[in-house]
């Protein structure tokens, strides 16, 4: 089956720093990666929308300047926290769709998630 | 604007059989996921529904009715494992997938 790997799993950094995360499909291509971000015992919030070759569409709310995303491949895209603050501190989530002859009923595929920590 | 709606929390018992309700408001329908998520790890994929009615995947059953903006989840046979919050999500026009705020699960033995 379809697998997106995440990584790092984890990540403490000190308010100020930057962090990045990767996101990798690692058995079909993926022209679009969705960036999710989920609070404790709160759901997914999409963050923003990565497609390859182009720039990301981000959700109202969503610093660009802040999460900066680039999806320089059909495998990979990444996500860098930009001068992390301690509200940061989250669970972020990656997912792609595999593209078959029809997406519509492809689901989304998640990588394992990265919890950072900034202190 | 959307708005997807689930139970906050539900309990039941193993063995017994437990309905999971979603009801949603988006802008544009293409199609309603049901995600599994047990705590700090990331949400796998259980059903997808685009047209009404049943679809039935072992244990687990996921109803849709477009007209009435309604889906369920539907888990027989309940084990101590299916502990875990369940996710409505719904797939906009523009493509994008939008969650609801997802419902945790109790299973008592």
């Known amino acids: 089956g379809a697998v997106v790997s995440q990584h790092p799993s984890r990540v403490i950094c000190k308010s100020g720093t930057s962090v990045k995360i990767e996101c990798r499909s690692l058995d079909f291509q993926a022209t679009t990666m969705f960036w999710y971000r989920q609070f404790p015992k709160q759901s997914l919030m999409l963050m923003a929308t990565?497609?390859?070759?182009?720039?990301?569409?981000?959700e109202q709310g969503v610093e660009k300047d802040k999460f900066l995303i680039n999806h320089a491949s059909l495998t990979l895209s990444t996500l860098t926290v930009t001068s992390a603050h301690p509200e940061d501190s989250s669970f972020y989530i990656c997912?792609?769709?595999?593209?078959?002859?029809?997406?519509?009923?492809?689901?989304?595929?998640f990588g394992n998630g990265t919890r950072l920590t900034v202190t | 604007g959307q708005n997807i709606d689930q139970p906050t929390e539900m309990t039941a018992t193993e063995g017994a059989i437990v309905q999971i309700n979603c009801t949603y408001q988006?802008?544009?329908?293409?199609?309603l996921f049901w995600y599994q998520q047990h705590a700090g790890e990331a949400p796998t994929f259980l059903s997808y529904n685009v047209l009404d009615g049943l679809e039935e995947k072992g244990r687990f059953s996921s109803f849709l009715s477009r007209s009435k903006g309604y889906s369920y989840l539907l888990l027989k046979e309940l084990q101590m494992k299916d502990s875990a919050s369940y996710l409505c999500a719904v797939r906009e026009r523009d493509d994008k997938i939008i969650f609801g705020k997802g419902t945790r699960l109790h299973i008592l033995p």
């Open positions: 997912s792609a769709r595999r593209r078959t002859g029809s997406s519509y009923n492809s689901p989304l595929h």
């Open positions: 990565s497609n390859e070759g182009s720039k990301a569409t981000y």
């Open positions: 988006t802008s544009g329908f293409n199609g």
